[in-house]
């Protein structure tokens, strides 16, 4: 990786000769630096034995959470709006995004929240459009989801 670099600091070409030769060696070093991902991602789908017709439907899965983020989305009802049962579900989320489908949830609703707060909305107004029936509760997840409270978040938007 280190010589990629080098070739890339001490290129002497110029032009459009300069252009390509950077294109390649920037290519080159991303090749490098993402195959381990992509060798992983093979050994976890033979390993987990996880077909890709199963990888689309938990990506299906994943754009249905991310799709309803005014309520927390069960297992029971992804499993349903996908054709995969629970069980894979799980699973699948665990490999592919290396969360539960619950953390993944939570995790996007709490950062559609902070959006909403940012945007200038009040506490009161954003627990019931990520699903929560009172303040108490939505503060108490947002908290432990984002390390503050939302009241913070609403502060630093003011000041």
Known sequence: MQ???????????????????LKLKVEEL????LAPCFRAMEVSKTFFKISDEQIKKIDKA??????NLTRAVTIKELSKEVGLSQLKIKDGFKILFGKTV???????????ATQLLLKGQSVNEVYPQVGYANQASFSYAFKNCTGITPTRVKKMKEG
């Not at 991303?30 to 630096?33: D, F, R, V």
């Open 62 to 67: 994943r754009k249905y959470v991310e799709e």
């Open 30 to 33: 991303l090749m490098m630096l």
């Open 3 to 21: 010589r990629i670099v080098n070739q890339i600091v001490e290129c002497s070409y110029t032009g459009f000769f300069r252009s390509m030769f």
């Open 102 to 112: 619950f953390e993944y949830s939570l995790r996007h609703r709490m950062d559609y």
